[in-house]
C-alpha cells in the first residue's frame, strides 16, 4: 500500500480542482497541512487572468503568497486607496506578505498564468470591500 507522505506524487493538469474565485481562475494541485511548522498548510496552484480581468479585493490573513509568473503581465495592486502597485512578467517571481489587502490581475492583450504558493494558516483568503483606506 502507498502512503502518501513517502511518495513522490504528479498531478496531472487534467486532475487540477478549478475554482473562479475573486474573478481569478485557480486550479489546485495541493492544499495540505504542514506539520514541520505546526498547524500551518501549504496551497499550490496554477493562476489565471484573461487580459483586463482583475480579481476582487481581498486578503490572506495569515498566508505569505509566493509566485511565479508563467505568461502575460501581472499587476498586484494594494496601500492607501490601491495606489501602490508591482508588475511581474514571464520569468519573475513576486511575494505578497500575509495580511496585505490586494487584487491582482492580467495588464496588456496577453492571458496571464502563474504558478502560487501560499503558507500559513487559517483561511487562505478573505473577500473585503475595497482597499486600505487613503
Known sequence: MSDPDK???????????????????????????????GDD???????????GEFS???VHPNYVTYGYEITGRLRVEWGPGGKKAIEAGAGEFVRVPAGIVHREGSVGT??????????????????????DPE
Open 110 to 131: 496577453e492571458h496571464r498564468t502563474g504558478v502560487g504558493f501560499r503558507i500559513g494558516s487559517g483561511p487562505y483568503v478573505v473577500d473585503v470591500e475595497g482597499p
Open 56 to 58: 476582487l479585493w481581498h
Open 7 to 37: 511518495d513522490v506524487l504528479v498531478v496531472p493538469e487534467s486532475e487540477l480542482k478549478q475554482t473562479l474565485f475573486n474573478g481569478v481562475t485557480r486550479r489546485e494541485a495541493f492544499f495540505e497541512s504542514y506539520q514541520p511548522v
Open 41 to 51: 498548510q501549504v496551497w499550490v496552484g496554477h493562476t489565471h487572468n484573461a487580459p
